[in-house]
């Protein structure tokens, strides 16, 4: 059986030296694609390399290059639109099951992120979601995104990009060390459990109440930052029977009088 085919191509939005977006560049094994969707002005002011997003983009069947490269720039759309609020609102915090989150946080852990854009199908991954995240203390962060996923939210009918702000918001959740820990709580409550009765932890109620936490999270911050974020209806995900997040002691309690 032939290889996959696979593309790695690599989107930049670049900003000017006071922090304004100039606009896109992407660049494959194949040297410099182009800029788009607009062209960087000759006159445009310098550049501030500190500021720039790069997104890697990662796919299989060559079709969904184009899409793929979308989703990118969308996703560092809204990403550059995050750090503008961030940045704007420095001394905010929000309280999410007793763990401060502060803005600073939240900036931190955007500036330590390596995104990428993917085909990989959502099938693939664990938790019945578009993407994954994963949160490295001591390195950097990856998170990946289905590029069909983000064009989903990145959709019209969401109005000012709001699902985007949500996706995005939503993903840095899970890469704080407040959101990490949370899993890591939730993880171990329920490998605690029976192994007759605990299943899969993707999907569980103690997955969800991680994805609860993560929404929570997401709509405290982007009310503090006025950020107005908007989450797809039936996707605002809790554990079965609970108002989430909760303690996980509360998710295994409550299985627990079923064994
Ligand atoms: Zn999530």
Not at 33 to 54: K, V, Y
Not at 76 to 87: D, N, Q, V, W, Y
Not at 239 to 247: A, L, Q, R
Request: glycine share 8%; net charge negative; aromatic share 10%.
């Amino acid at each position: 059986m032939a290889s996959i085919p696979e593309d790695t191509i690599v989107c930049t939005g670049h900003y000017d030296e006071g922090g304004d977006f100039l606009g896109f560049s992407t660049v494959s094994s194949s040297g410099v694609e182009g800029w788009s969707p607009r062209n960087i002005p000759p006159d445009a002011p310098g550049e501030n390399p500190d500021l720039a997003i790069s997104i890697e983009i990662v796919v299989r069947n060559p079709n969904n290059k184009q899409s793929a490269k979308q989703a990118a720039q969308r996703l560092i759309t809204a990403i550059s639109r995050i750090r503008a609020k961030l940045s704007e609102n420095p001394n905010k915090f929000v309280i999410i099951k007793g763990t401060i989150f502060t803005t600073a946080q939240i900036l931190t852990s955007l500036e330590n992120t390596q995104w990428t854009v993917s085909d990989r199908p959502p099938s693939e991954y664990k938790n019945e979601g578009v993407g994954s995240s994963n949160y490295d203390p001591n390195g950097t962060n990856a998170d990946e995104i289905n590029f069909e996923g983000i064009l989903g939210y990145a959709h019209p009918n969401y109005p000012d990009d709001e699902g985007m702000s949500a996706l995005v918001l939503h993903e840095l959740a899970h890469l704080t060390e407040g959101g990490y820990n949370f899993f890591v709580q939730n993880y171990t409550k329920w490998q605690s459990e029976p192994a007759a009765h605990r299943g899969d932890f993707y999907p569980s109620d103690y997955s969800r109440n991680v994805e609860a936490f993560a929404n929570d999270l997401m709509h405290a911050m982007s009310a503090e930052i006025s950020l107005d974020v908007e989450y797809p209806a039936g996707q605002l995900v809790t554990p079965g029977g609970y108002t989430g997040p909760v303690d996980p002691q509360q998710i295994y309690n409550t299985h627990s009088s079923g064994w």
